[in-house]
């Protein structure tokens, strides 16, 4: 092998990024080996050679410092730090900072409140999921990070999972090319990627306790294949989740840890827990790296119970060691042990400048996601985008509308370095001579209730009168004064909350701190008189102030509400009404119907204004009972700081939805993946049975015959779109496909073709699904453009998990092919015949 020096430069978005590497020759074909600026390849004192020398340095209480991480650095208090190792300074090896993710990374003073990864993954755009991966790199390195918790590439199993924004698709194939992508770009800025929940952590309910009993082909094909690209992709960390999967603990389990991730995939990096979701000291030895964060905000498990079991030989300080290594071998890959040496740092050295904080750039990125990933669910006679005939009098509706909903609850939550409005922005582009109404129609906001109405006054602890205390513990008596349904809001900086009527939780919300004040709300049926109200609010780490408020929407206010959005909708040419869910780590839905009664705001308004739209803010699939009634449905999804740009822009024709769903829309709840089967969620006795197999999604549709709201891959467009001349060719790497794309229409468009392939005839011993999604491309074109698609298909998504031999097969024989714009819309088709 022959290796010499190379530098190149890539374009960004509005810079350019310096990388640097070796252009490695392998069997003659020269390529390079790429590391971020400042992160040479070259040897070095930290090379892996030198590494156990550099661990031979340490004391014991050095290298326990390393696998046992700190909830912040006590010295300089960084607001938004999530995990902290301090490093050792006297043999040069610096700190090591976390910052959660996965939309954005959330560190002080702001980031980029990205889109929430579903809407990336809805763009279906491997590019996009690189540019998206650099603004968080770049941001978390500029806020002085080394560390990002992201991405997160569990399954969307389950329609009510609480956490489903946060990650990327019900499909296997779409999880694997985004994560692969997003980890690529994030490191490529030099920020460690941390992949994560592995695995099998696929809801809220119990994920401290449930047991995932998962099957070994389900848990290849489904589970994993995400992680295992992502290993693949070259992930720097490997975070465990707190559910068990068959059994054991996910940051205990050896089969998982040891058998798979690093035996059969030849992970290299480290492995640390979820917060608080080590098990036991001997964790270390079945594969886990490092616990975090340890004493005071966890338990101790790798501190001095380690130390002890190591002085008294129960572990081998050789475990320890490897954990270090593990460790010490990432953060020498991506430079950050350029000082370090057993001798201690060199004069002079220093670690490579961070670069500065981008707004531009990361703006440009995150609308642009925001837009790509829209998806156009109903257009009934082209009534978007508006005209400006019909945007002379619009009426906007719903809370979103001025007060966006960026992103969703827990710890995806960013600060964000602005936020765009969308009735700022539809203002803008509505003209001179427009009118552009607001009314809340359903307040989710309220008014901070009264002391006349509170007992020991009201709670608003806002700007002067902002808490300075960790925790906020408040039971109080309300007095309703009538009979009806109250919409009830906990409102603080800190989203770690929750509201209990009478004794019982009615909201809860688990995440970290914030700017400005958000709310998690609840509608409560009371009775007039008195109820006894529960206010919890609790702070983490370093947050020096809490803000808390406890609001209301009481019956009489919310009849006016309702009145006053419907008499509008009435008066203007267009309804726009904005609706949203409330979705949140530490929580699961109990239902796919809007909260809030949204359901009856967007009935009543319809049949107000037949030339209704409604823009959702969204996490995931809701009911629409109204859908026939409305002209047109815009999913946004969370879409990030820049999503009321991107709003207005999609609205206006500015720009064009150019996303498609990565998850199954249900017609309710009746007609899930899960309905009538407790079983598979959220358990019965603490035990998940994924009795689907394989049949995940719209998989499971597909056999079921079912019929849904929304296929799999469904999205519209401004423009249409026709498929012909399908040529399906096997190659000893897979399959080649190729087809024509023509735009009919008379506008630019984005298109996502879809290739699936049904079962093998010949594989008797695994499920099978009737059809799998294996390969997809972005495709743009101009008016009447058409353009000749080719897709190769690699061998892996011909083959399926042998569990009696417990690895891959290939699904030889003859199998289908089809080719479409979703999962049920399929024009194209042709046989092929597989072989080994």
């Not at 190792?85 to 040069?92: C, D, E, K, T």
């Not at 995932?212 to 290993?231: C, D, I, K, P, T």
Request: positive net charge; contains cysteine.
């Amino acid at each position: 092998m022959a290796t010499r020096r190379a530098n190149t430069t890539r374009p960004g978005r509005g810079r350019r990024l310096r990388l640097t590497g070796m252009l490695v020759t392998v069997s003659g074909v020269a390529v390079l080996a790429v590391a971020p600026a400042g992160h040479s390849t070259a040897p070095a004192a930290h090379s892996p050679g030198r590494l156990p020398q550099l661990v031979a340095a340490m004391t014991l209480d050095e290298k326990l410092s390393f696998v046992q991480g700190r909830w912040d650095d006590p010295q300089q208090k960084v607001i938004g730090e999530s995990g902290y190792i301090p490093g050792v300074a006297r043999l040069g090896i610096p700190p090591l900072r976390m910052s959660d993710g996965p939309a954005g990374t959330r560190a002080a003073p702001s980031s980029t409140a990205m889109p929430a990864p579903v809407a990336l993954a809805s763009s279906f755009d491997d590019r996009l999921a690189r540019e998206y991966g650099r603004v968080l790199g770049r941001d978390g390195r500029a806020r002085g990070m080394d560390v990002v918790l992201a991405p997160m590439v569990n399954t969307i199993r389950v329609p009510y999972a609480g956490r489903n924004f946060e990650a990327y698709s019900e499909d296997p194939l779409v999880n694997s090319r985004m994560v692969s992508q997003e980890i690529r770009g994030i490191q490529d800025e030099g920020l460690i990627a941390t992949t994560k929940h592995f695995a099998a952590n696929n809801q809220e309910t119990n994920r401290q306790s449930v047991n995932a009993n998962v099957g070994e082909q389900a848990l290849h094909e489904v589970e994993l294949s995400g992680f295992e690209a992502a290993v693949k992709a070259g992930t720097g960390s490997i975070m465990c989740s707190y559910n068990k999967v068959n059994g054991a603990h996910s940051c205990s389990n050896d089969t998982l840890l040891t058998s798979i991730l690093r035996e059969q995939w030849g992970f290299s990096g480290w492995v640390m827990s979820d917060w608080s979701g080590t098990r036991a000291t001997t964790d270390i030895l079945r594969g886990l790296d490092q616990d975090m964060p340890g004493p005071p905000i966890g338990p101790d498990y790798f501190g001095a119970p380690l130390k002890a079991a190591i002085q008294e030989g129960s572990v081998p300080v050789t475990a320890l060691d490897r954990s270090v290594t593990r460790i010490l071998g990432t953060m020498r890959r991506f430079g950050l042990l350029r000082c370090a040496s057993p001798q201690g740092p060199p004069p002079g050295c220093s670690l490579p400048a961070r670069p500065r904080f981008d707004a531009t750039a990361g703006n440009a990125v995150a609308q642009r996601a925001a837009e790509d990933g829209a998806v156009l669910l109903r257009n009934k006679g082209d009534a978007l985008p508006l005209s400006r005939r019909v945007a002379q009098d619009v009426a906007l509706i719903g809370t979103p509308a001025v007060a966006p909903v960026i992103g969703g609850g827990g710890s995806s939550s960013v600060i964000p370095s602005t936020v765009t409005v969308p009735r700022e922005e539809i203002v803008k582009r509505a003209g001179s001579g427009s009118t552009v109404s607001y009314r809340p129609g359903v307040d989710t906001i309220g008014t901070v209730i009264p002391g006349s109405a509170l007992s020991g006054g009201a709670i608003d602890h806002t700007g002067r009168n902002a808490l300075t205390t960790k925790t906020y513990d408040q039971t109080r008596t309300l007095t309703a004064p009538e009979d009806g349904d109250y919409l009830l809001s906990i409102r603080s900086t800190v989203s770690n909350r929750s509201l209990t009527v009478d004794g019982r939780k009615v909201a809860e919300a688990n995440s970290y701190r914030t700017d400005t004040l958000t709310g998690t709300s609840a509608r409560v049926h009371l009775e007039a008189g008195k109820h006894e109200i529960g206010v919890k609010v609790k702070g983490y780490g370093v947050d020096p102030t809490m803000q808390v408020q406890l609001t209301w929407t009481p019956p009489r206010a919310a009849r006016a509400d309702l009145a006053a959005a419907v008499a509008a909708a009435r008066k203007a040419r267009t309804a726009v009404v904005f609706v949203h869910d409330e979705q949140t780590e530490g929580a699961d839905r109990t239902t796919l119907a809007l909260p809030h009664d949204q359901d009856a705001l967007v009935s009543a308004v319809a049949r107000a204004n037949r030339n209704t739209i409604v823009v959702m803010n969204t996490g995931g699939p809701v009911t629409m009972p109204w859908l026939s009634s409305v002209e047109g449905v815009l999913q946004m999804h969370y879409p990030g700081q820049m999503g009321g740009v991107a709003t207005a822009r999609l609205l206006f024709g500015e720009a064009a939805p150019g996303g498609r769903l990565t998850q199954t829309f249900p017609l309710d709840d009746a007609h899930t993946i899960v309905s009538g089967m407790p079983r598979r969620f959220p358990g019965v006795d603490g035990q998940e049975e994924y009795s689907e197999g394989v049949l995940v999604g719209h998989r499971w549709y597909d056999r079921q015959q079912m019929k849904t709201l929304f296929p799999f891959g469904y999205g519209l467009s401004y423009t249409t779109f026709s498929y012909s001349g399908l040529k399906v060719t096997p190659r000893p790497e897979g399959l080649t496909v190729s087809f024509t794309v023509r735009n009919t229409g008379e506008r630019a468009g984005q298109e996502v073709p879809q290739i699936y392939l049904g079962p093998s005839t010949e594989v008797r011993n695994a499920q099978q699904p009737p059809r799998k999604l294996v390969g997809y491309q972005k495709v743009r074109l101009g008016p009447g453009e058409s353009r000749r698609v080719t897709v190769t298909v690699p061998k892996r998504q011909l083959q399926y998990w042998d569990s009696a031999a417990h690895g891959w097969g290939t699904g030889t024989g003859s199998r289908d092919v089809w080719v479409g714009s979703s999962s049920q819309d399929l024009p194209l088709h042709r046989d092929v015949s597989v072989r080994r």
